[in-house]
């Protein structure tokens, strides 16, 4: 609601995430009012393109998981805008008040609706990114620890008149490189391969009776409740796709060794339309720190979400080092019998995120 909204943390559309912590929970994990948990932009990092028929910017497609007591809120009718305002030094949130403020200045709107689509603005790189601003009253973005720059996606939520629920999303953009030198950004140039969302293949319940999947953000993967006793105490696990650990041509995936020209042209059927993977990907990212293009690897993250019971852990993941594509936390079930939704949110350190929704039934 507008008189308990705080400005809190952002949410990533992927990548760190969506979800701020509210002023109604003790813990970011439950889930007893309306709430944005995750943005998904499709593509997951934008790059400006302008298609040659239309001679217009290409755009992306965004979508939002809505969640409340009863469940997933489907048919959404949220409200999405840009908002192009930098956020002012003063000011210690990771976005400024003035996004959530409907000045036309700065708000450029996206459309109503669960999902929209729509091209990031023209100037992005500069209000968000490594270039001068228009406003010589700000200073050119920092990247964060993966190079990334990130573009503010407003999303509000009125579920009833009286009622506002707003969240900030970041959607990841490709913009320069500063204090790179002429080598190290025509090797960024060719080799960078934007993120991908990752995939959320299954969502696990390891039971005494065996492991049962009971979610995954793969469309029609067949799945079914978790049926569970009163206070029943189980392991939960999450599962996304390896991803290859070096580069080779024909296995699917353009590697930030790859161009289609590489190996002689066998790497084409790779790169010649980037394939990305789902899991954690290899990239290069450049360091103003130790001015070094290095390629690195992706962290995992998982957001877990219940309107009853309780976990563990609120968020687990894998660090870059970590090869295993598979995170697990421990579930409590609700003392209660009855329907309780579950909400599981994987994303990647380049913004990239993706979820799944389990039904849990509580019987005696």
């Known amino acids: 609601m507008v008189n308990r909204m705080r400005l809190c943390g952002v949410l990533l559309a992927g ?20 709430r944005v948990l995750a943005v998904q932009a499709e593509p997951a990092e934008w790059l400006r393109t302008v ?45 400024g008040i003035a996004c959530f403020q409907n000045d036309p ?26 270039d001068v601003p228009e406003d010589q009253a700000f200073r050119p973005a920092d990247p964060d620890v993966t190079g ?25 953009i490709r913009c320069g490189l500063p204090g790179a030198s002429q080598e190290q950004t025509a090797r960024f140039n060719r080799s960078y391969h934007l993120n991908v969302n990752p995939r959320l293949d299954a969502v696990t319940a390891l039971l005494p009776t065996g492991p049962q999947v009971i ?17 029943q105490v189980i392991v939960l696990r999450a599962a996304w796709p390896s991803c290859p650990v070096t580069d080779a041509c024909g296995d699917g995936v ?31 990212a450049f360091s103003l720190e130790s001015r070094t293009l290095d390629e690195v690897r992706e962290v995992m993250r998982v957001s877990w979400f219940a309107v009853g019971g309780s976990f563990r852990d609120d968020r687990t993941g894998r660090d870059a080092a970590d090869r295993v594509t598979t995170s697990e936390n421990e579930y409590t079930a609700p003392t209660v019998s009855g329907s309780y939704p579950l909400w599981v949110v994987l994303r ?10 389990v039904e849990v039934r509580v019987t005696n």
């Open 51 to 95: 298609d040659p028929d239309t001679n217009e910017a290409k755009p992306a497609k965004y979508r939002a998981l809505i969640a409340n007591r009863t469940g997933t809120v489907t048919d959404a009718n949220l409200e999405w805008a840009f908002c192009t305002r930098p956020k002012p030094l003063t000011e210690l949130n990771d976005v």
């Open 348 to 357: 990647d350190s380049r913004g990239g995120v993706s979820w799944a929704t």
């Open 148 to 172: 990334g720059y990130y573009q503010p996606l407003r999303v509000l939520y009125r579920p009833a008149p009286e009622q506002l629920v707003p969240a900030i999303a970041k959607v990841r």
């Open 254 to 284: 353009c590697g930030p060794s790859e161009t289609k020209e590489s190996g002689d042209g066998q790497c084409e059927a790779d790169c010649k339309v980037e394939q990305g993977c789902a899991g954690a990907e290899r990239f290069l």
């Open 15 to 34: 990548l760190l995430p969506f979800a701020c912590k509210p002023d109604f929970t003790d813990r970011p994990s439950e889930v007893q009012e309306f």
């Open 105 to 130: 200045a700065f708000i450029v709107p996206l459309g109503n609706g669960p999902e929209v689509a729509g091209a990031v603005p023209e100037n992005t790189c500069r209000q968000f990114g490594p």
């Open 215 to 231: 979610g995954s953000s793969v469309a029609g993967a067949p799945i079914t409740p978790l049926n569970l006793a009163p206070g």
